[in-house]
Structure formats: structure tokens, C-alpha cells
């Protein structure tokens, strides 16, 4: 719930289920409680406040869906593998 607050106050309303997907990205798989230092913070923040600028220039009636197609969504995704890996 932090995370997601935390996101929530930069202004990125995270759905549930991706915000699973991120919680796992740093999980180390101890089976204790997932926490993001700092940096970590930062790069989650920076990966999801990217994908959604790349994603809002495609829904232009800001309606939560777009058609793109897969030319378009790698040359999206990609930099953003390529960033922070």
C-alpha cells in the first residue's frame, strides 16, 4: 500500500495488478515483506511516469485505451528496458 500511495502522490494511479507486477520486480524472493530503497523508488517512479507519458501519446480521447501496433509498443517499451536494467 505505501508503494502505491507513493506513486499515487506523484500522480500515477497504478491499477493493482501492475502494481503486483512492480512489488515483484524487487522481490528477492525471502518470503519477508518487499522494500524498495530509495533508488529503487526512484527507478519504479521513473519506468511508470514514463511508460504513461509514452501511453497517454496514443490515447488521445484520454479514455484509458489505445490501438498500437507492435512496431509502436516495442519502440515504447524498449528504451525503458534498455534504461534500467
Same mark, same amino acid.
Given at each position: ?27 528477492? !524472493? @525471502? ?6 530503497? #530509495?533508488? &529503487?523508488? %526512484? ?20 479514455? !484509458? @485505451? ?6 509502436? #509498443?516495442? &519502440?515504447? %517499451? ?8
Amino acid at each position: 500500500m505505501e508503494l502505491r500511495d507513493a506513486l499515487y502522490s506523484l500522480g500515477l494511479a497504478i491499477p493493482p495488478s501492475v502494481l503486483q507486477l512492480l512489488i515483484s520486480k524487487y522481490d528477492d !524472493g @525471502s518470503g519477508s515483506r518487499v522494500e524498495l530503497n #530509495f533508488d &529503487s523508488f %526512484v527507478e519504479c517512479g521513473m519506468i511508470v511516469k514514463g511508460l504513461t507519458d509514452k501511453f497517454k501519446e496514443k490515447d488521445l480521447r484520454y479514455s !484509458g @485505451s489505445a490501438t498500437i501496433n507492435y512496431d509502436t #509498443f516495442m &519502440s515504447m %517499451v524498449i528504451p525503458f528496458l534498455v534504461s534500467y536494467n
